[in-house]
């Protein structure tokens, strides 16, 4: 099977993913792939703020992050969009591990070749959102339907 997706420069931000061929609402399109790391351990690599308004990072679940730093793979480059095209979804391990959850990133509508592909990342910090995480955290996406920030409140 050819992959439906590619990277390159993107208008959003940096690098990007975009199809290459059709692709159908819930579809399986990538799965995020890093290396694991406990919270402890990303902290100590990255610092605990989310200083940088930039990240590989995805959080797993309570134990673990993915650091697709080391290890990464094309699902690094999908671009956060207000208005996105997919969703990343975390699938719990069977057999109850959480070091063997994976995350996926699946189609929520229907996508033609040359869009790029979108989620939302849904980042929230455990510092005060202030006016500079804020700026630091600006969005791109272009979408009429932009909050401004890649930030979530906090929940």
Known sequence: MSRRYVARRSP???NGVFASAPIGKGE???RYQGKLLTHDEA???YG???ESGHTFLFTLNDEYIID??????????I?????P?????????ASGDPRKDKVVIEAIRDIKPGEELTYDYGIVLDVP???RLKKLWKCLCGSSKCTGTLLKPKR
């Not at 697709?68 to 480059?77: K, V, Y």
């Not at 671009?79 to 208005?83: D, L």
């Not at 095209?85 to 391990?93: G, K, M, Q, W």
């Open 28 to 30: 399986e399109i990538i």
């Open 12 to 14: 959003i931000h940096g």
């Open 85 to 93: 095209n997919c969703r990343a979804l975390v699938e719990e391990s």
């Open 43 to 45: 902290d100590e690599l």
């Open 129 to 131: 959102h202030i006016a």
């Open 48 to 50: 605990d703020g989310g």
């Open 79 to 83: 671009n956060h969009s207000c208005a």
């Open 68 to 77: 697709a730093n080391q290890g990464g793979n094309t699902a690094r480059w």
